[in-house]
């Protein structure tokens, strides 16, 4: 099981946990916590608004996305790095065919591009363009499964609050029973518990995971962008491990604290 996977299944279950103590500490028995009406109108009600905003292909697309917690889309920069300058020397003492062998052996989608396009003998300009399109369309991709968890968390109260409403319309009805108006109006109130719970201690933080980790692969695809456009050049192999090196070492300064965009490219060495 992978560490991000692990810390967000602790983060949820402490969050619940968090509930029921509190409810357990009021001395409420844990049956008020429960009603299935309130999950059907909550989970499923949220769901249908994410459909009608996003799509059904998108939502399963999110739903694909929370195993990236499992096993995250990672590129290993330091073996890339490596690779590239092997296939830097293999270019330069054999010509750029060689690399034509190497592409099959190539497991993402992404470098097996570069390498086509460099195996084409694609010009620099439209070779970083095309490049740079492929980068944006898979990062928009991957940073969908954070914005349908998002809006699930953005719908989920609100759908909440309907289901009380319509829990105490039930109640209403029942007025000739008043010995069941306390126990009908606090069932009411779990749909939005349900609602602001599944917002807070679910949706809202897996889309804020799921965001950092998008941008942590679209930091990736900008050094995959600087060494397969180095390698385009003929730059040698010490040049673009220097060159790339540069990158890993500003890890951990690769956002900006206060705007959260990337941060700049370092300029290559000539």
Same mark, same amino acid.
């Given at each position: 099981m992978g560490v991000c996977l692990l810390t967000s299944l602790l983060g949820i279950l402490g969050g619940f946990?968090?509930?029921?103590?509190?409810?357990?500490?009021?001395?409420?028995?844990?049956?008020?916590?429960?009603?299935?009406?309130? =999950?059907?109108? /909550?989970?499923?009600?949220?769901i249908t608004a994410v459909i009608v905003q996003f799509?059904?292909?998108?939502?399963?697309?999110?739903?694909?996305?929370?195993?990236?917690? /499992?096993?995250?889309?990672r590129t290993d920069l330091h073996a890339f790095i490596e690779q590239v300058s092997e296939w830097s020397a293999m270019a330069r003492s054999q010509g750029t065919l060689v690399l034509e062998s190497v592409i099959p052996t190539v497991a993402d989608p992404f470098h097996r591009q570069g390498l086509q396009m460099i195996v084409d003998n694609t010009t620099p300009e439209d070779f970083a363009a095309i490049l740079k399109i492929m980068a944006e369309k898979t990062a928009r991709m991957q940073e969908t499964p954070a914005e349908v968890w998002e809006a699930l968390g953005g719908y989920s109260p609100t759908i909440g609050v309907m289901g009380a409403v319509l829990g105490l319309i039930h109640v209403m009805m029942r007025l000739?029973?008043?010995?069941?108006?306390?126990?009908?109006? *606090?069932?009411?109130?779990? *749909?939005?518990?349900?609602?602001?719970?599944?917002?807070?201690? =679910?949706?809202l933080p897996l889309g804020g995971r799921l965001k950092h980790l998008a941008r942590e692969l679209e930091r990736?695809?900008? =050094?995959?962008?600087?060494?397969?456009?180095?390698?385009?050049?003929?730059?040698?192999?010490? =040049?673009?491990?220097?060159?790339?090196?540069s990158y890993l070492e500003t890890k951990s300064k690769a956002y900006d604290d206060r705007a959260g965009e990337p941060a700049a490219v370092p300029q290559v060495a000539e």
């Open positions: 946990l968090v509930v029921i103590c509190g409810a357990l500490a009021d001395r409420d028995p844990l049956s008020s916590l429960f009603s299935l009406t309130a =999950v059907i109108i /909550v989970i499923c009600g949220s799509g059904l292909g998108r939502i399963l697309l999110a739903f694909k996305g929370v195993f990236w917690l /499992v096993k995250p889309p000739d029973h008043p010995e069941e108006l306390g126990e009908g109006i *606090a069932t009411a109130f779990v *749909a939005t518990i349900y609602g602001v719970g599944f917002a807070n201690l =679910v949706a990736e695809r900008h =050094v995959a962008i600087q060494g397969f456009i180095l390698l385009a050049e003929g730059k040698p192999g010490l =040049v673009i491990k220097q060159n790339l090196e």
